[in-house]
């Protein structure tokens, strides 16, 4: 995906304060720490998400996280899957997002 500079900044600054949420703490603390390296718009699944690369520059490690349209049964599936997985997963849903 392409964005104009001047709407890029906004975008990399809100989507590390998200990701600090899902993270960390969420305070701004660290944000000066983190660097957007990829935003990829999936064409996979039936939601399209954005895939969103968030790279850690202190010790170079990433994480991906990403931002799709929300509905009940998605919603439904997260939850379920957050309570089976052995693995720890996190989401936030905000209107329909």
Known sequence: CYYPDYERDDIDNSLKQVYTILHSDGSDDSLEFL??????????????????KVRNILND?????????????????????????????????????
């Open 35 to 52: 660097n957007v390296d990829a935003i990829d718009y999936c064409t996979f699944g039936n939601s399209k998400p954005f895939r969103i």
């Open 61 to 97: 490690s990433f994480t991906y996280f990403y931002v799709k349209k929300a509905d009940a049964s998605r919603i439904y599936g997260l939850e379920f899957e957050h309570i089976l997985s052995p693995h720890r997963i996190n989401f936030l849903v905000y209107r329909d997002t």
